[in-house]
């Protein structure tokens, strides 16, 4: 489960992968390391179509067979817990990273491992995310994720989070559930990298 990553791209490299956006920030801070319930900038669909940059925090109030603790990954895509966001495009959303972490390593000892996009690349790409509105007026956010690729297997055999090529983002954010969900598979090993 991915419960760390990073955003430390600039609103201009933002532009050049997604296109043009709403809500633009000339001052957008970088995020180093964005935990769970922690602040993030989101894009998502506004009304008449235009993607808007949002910060939202990282983590779903949970079900409450989960005592409502935050859900920050979207595992089971058949969930009833995730089925309405998933079929809502309104809900869909792309959540920019520059890498994200895993953990190595036996409890106590644990280290960070951090994976991007192989360096022949721009470090930005984006996970397939869904949101909420939140109370108090701050939204949250949570990513899907997948069975993992090499890559990302050799250190967390379980899972890693669903990696959208720009090319994606429409499919994604504007595609009947089906086509969406079928994006929810492993990144290519060839076009990512383990980060010294």
């Given at each position: 489960m991915c419960?760390l990553?990073?955003?430390t791209?600039?609103v201009?490299?933002?532009?050049k ?14 995020f180093d390391?964005?935990?769970p319930g922690k ?5 998502r669909?506004?009304?008449g179509?235009?993607?808007r ?5 990282w983590g ?5 067979a ?5 859900v ?5 895509l058949?969930s009833?817990?995730?089925r309405s ?5 309104d ?5 920019p ?5 895993e953990w190595e390593?036996?409890k106590g000892s644990?280290?960070?491992?951090w994976?991007?996009l192989?360096?022949?690349h721009?470090?930005l790409?984006?996970?397939a995310?869904?949101w909420?509105?939140?109370e ?5 956010m ?8 090499e890559?990302?297997g ?6 890693m ?6 090319s994606?983002v429409?499919?994604?954010l504007?595609s009947?559930?089906?086509?969406a969900?079928?994006l929810a598979?492993?990144y290519?090993?060839a076009d990512?990298r383990?980060?010294?």
């Amino acid at each position: 489960m991915c419960n760390l990553y990073s955003m430390t791209a600039s609103v201009d490299e933002m532009k050049k992968l997604f296109g043009p956006f709403e809500g633009e920030r000339d001052n957008l801070p970088t995020f180093d390391e964005i935990y769970p319930g922690k602040p993030a900038p989101v894009l998502r669909r506004a009304e008449g179509g235009a993607l808007r940059l949002e910060i939202m925090e990282w983590g779903f109030p949970g079900p409450a067979a989960a005592r409502g603790r935050p859900v920050t990954n979207i595992r089971n895509l058949a969930s009833p817990f995730w089925r309405s966001a998933l079929n809502r495009t309104d809900r869909r959303c792309v959540v920019p990273v520059t890498r994200f972490c895993e953990w190595e390593g036996e409890k106590g000892s644990k280290r960070k491992v951090w994976f991007g996009l192989h360096e022949e690349h721009d470090p930005l790409f984006a996970f397939a995310g869904l949101w909420r509105p939140g109370e108090g007026g701050v939204p949250y956010m949570a990513f899907l994720t997948c069975d993992p690729n090499e890559v990302v297997g050799a250190v967390h055999p379980k899972a890693m989070p669903v990696m959208l090529r720009a090319s994606d983002v429409p499919t994604w954010l504007d595609s009947e559930t089906a086509t969406a969900c079928a994006l929810a598979v492993p990144y290519a090993d060839a076009d990512m990298r383990r980060l010294p």
